[in-house]
């Protein structure tokens, strides 16, 4: 875990070296501070000497002048290296979750992905910089401040220390129960975020069913619980933040109480008596970071497993072939596919040429969606089962093949974006003409024209939202736009009237006539032109023939379709 970590460390070495080398000289002047006043009390005062206190005193003030410019200088060095870490962790992170495949996303909620893009690397970020610092200066400080003192006077020093192992055993009792306290907090406050999340999710289907209260009711239980975590740690914090004061009361009474004692006997000077109760005001600013560093760590050590738990997972497993030639056929041999026990595609065998236009129509849940996430690769079949040219689609490099695909489904595809941007986006280097057939092609032209700005009309958030029609045939023009080498519709005219349906589909079969089409449609009449239909039943293919010899046949197909117009 700590190696790649340590990688991010490396890689700003040059701000860590800045950062540590002068969090070191900051620490070293906290210490030399004391040190002075002790002179300036027993040397400078007694002696009356106006010079030599005038040049003391003017020491002391040009150490905490620079004291105070290395202090910028370290802790601008350290934030920018925390910050640069959170930076690569975050590329890193993201890229490798873009890589993930299809079921990482149906599996993972996006709300929790978000906030391991987000929280998790400021969690990670404090860790590297808040706490590192945090940690190495507090432990150098106390022993730097003990070792000054045993040099002022070691008696003194014994007695001082005495209540230290006490304040450090209280420190990590109390830190242990704060520990699994924040666990807690942690837990809620991700159930909370998580509940939100859902909530907005299905905003509309709340509020057309008038479930404002229900949901309300949801998140003021979890908000509770949340609230009655965070109490049961209040407590505990206070106790450990009043009990460190009182620790560092105790201790100056101490220096004042023994110091004074030993004063009066001549055994130690009154300079000493300050320089005491400045150190051990030092004690009480380190152990208070030294017990926020217990959050710090939880909250960075989470993030950091929770990164790597990404980072870790294996790549996908990619074929090595590139297609680079046009897709001539699709044969799939023998397919069987589960989701788990859940056996969905039984022995399927079709053999699709190019320029073949194949329907898959049955009941829901059959498989059909399931067929074209096999044939894009989001899921591989155990066997040699499905062949790309003849290339067994596990040899397939995914990319290749992605590129030759087109998709249009009824999933939400759009971007907050202008339409033209939300076009482009499939062929970068596309034409003005070519943007515009494509509108036309998808029936959209006269819809862009009669917007004020255009195709560069923004959509979604600040922009205008788009009727269900409209945005199919947004996704309609990215596929005419796209020329791709085969065509997937997954109920993709679905939003569409019957005319416009009609229109778009002649659009399809047309412009690419010599491509391979593969739809997955309930209105049966779009299939007309298609040459294969094929019905799929729980146990298989149920039938397979052209529009017109399935209603001849009078079995399933031309019941459904007989159903579909009644
Ligand atoms: N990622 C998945 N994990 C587990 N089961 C899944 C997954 N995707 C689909 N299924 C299951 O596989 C079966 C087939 O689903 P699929 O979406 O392929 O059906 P379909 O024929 O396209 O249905 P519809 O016409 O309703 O869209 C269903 O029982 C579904 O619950």
């Given amino acids: 875990m700590l190696n790649s970590i340590f990688k991010y460390y490396l890689k700003e070495r040059k701000l860590l070296t800045y950062f540590l080398v002068s969090s070191f000289f900051v620490t070293v002047l906290d210490l030399y501070g004391p040190i002075v006043v002790q002179n300036l009390i027993d040397n400078s005062i007694p002696k009356k000497n106006i010079n030599e206190f005038f040049m003391f005193s003017a020491f002391l003030l040009t150490l905490y002048i620079i004291r105070l410019f290395l202090s910028i200088y370290s802790s601008s060095r350290g934030q920018l290296m925390g910050n640069r870490i959170k930076f690569f962790m975050r590329e890193d992170l ?98 909370l975020t998580s509940g939100i999340h859902n909530s907005l999710k299905t905003i509309f289907f709340i509020k057309d069913n008038v479930l404002e209260k229900d949901t309300l009711e949801k998140f003021s239980s979890k908000n509770k619980e949340l609230l009655s975590v965070e109490k049961n740690n209040i407590f505990n914090t206070s106790a450990l933040m009043s009990g460190i004061n009182f620790y560092n009361q105790l201790t100056q009474l101490i220096v004042i109480f023994i110091g004074g004692y030993m004063h009066i006997k001549g055994e130690i000077s009154f300079g000493i008596i300050v320089s005491f109760i400045l150190l051990t005001n030092r004690f009480r600013v380190y152990l208070l ?240 032109k298609f040459n294969k239909i094929v019905v799929l039943g729980k146990d298989g293919i149920k039938e397979i023939g052209d529009f017109q010899s399935l209603i001849d046949k009078k079995g399933v197909f031309f019941n459904m379709y007989k159903a579909g117009n009644l």
């Fill in 94 to 191: 993201f890229k490798k979750i873009l890589n993930q495949p299809d079921t990482y996303f149906m599996k993972n909620q996006s709300g929790d992905i978000i906030s391991r893009v987000t929280n998790d690397l400021e969690n990670v970020s404090a860790l590297l910089y808040r706490g590192l610092e945090d940690f190495l200066f507090s432990i150098l400080s106390i022993a730097g401040a003990m070792a000054l003192m045993a040099t002022f006077n070691l008696k003194l020093t014994l007695i001082t220390m005495i209540p230290l192992p006490i304040a450090i055993y209280f420190t990590i009792i109390q830190n242990k129960k704060l520990k699994y306290g924040y666990i807690e907090v942690r837990e809620r406050f991700s159930k």
């Fill in 289 to 528: 970071r030294l017990m926020g560093l217990v959050d710090v760590f939880q909250r960075g050590a989470t993030g950091i497993s929770r990164f790597l738990e990404i980072m870790n997972i294996p790549n996908i497993k990619d074929g090595n072939t590139i297609i680079e030639k046009n897709i001539d056929s699709i044969k799939v041999d023998g397919l069987n596919f589960a989701f788990g026990k859940q056996e969905v595609i039984k022995n399927l065998s079709i053999t699709i040429e190019k320029g073949e236009k194949v329907a898959f129509v049955g009941e829901s849940g059959v498989g059909k969606t399931t067929i074209f996430s096999l044939l894009k690769r989001t899921f591989l079949p155990e066997e040699n089962t499905i062949f790309i040219n003849d290339l067994c689609i596990h040899e397939v490099d995914r990319e290749s093949l992605l590129n030759k695909i087109a998709i249009v489904d009824q999933r939400d595809s759009l971007m907050n974006e202008t339409i033209l941007e939300n076009i482009k986006v499939v062929k970068r280097d596309a034409t003005k003409k070519e943007i515009e057939e494509a509108l036309e092609l998808a029936e959209l032209k006269e819809f862009v024209e009669s917007l004020e700005k255009k195709e560069n009309t923004k959509l979604g958030q600040g922009g205008i939202e788009l009727s269900s029609g409209q945005k199919q045939r947004l996704s309609m023009a990215r596929l005419f736009l796209k020329d791709p080498e085969i065509i997937f519709l997954d109920e993709g005219t679905s939003a569409l009237d019957n005319i416009l349906e009609k229109k778009i589909m002649d659009n399809i079969l047309q412009k690419f006539e010599d491509k391979i089409i593969i739809s997955i449609a309930h209105r049966l009449n779009t299939l007309k």
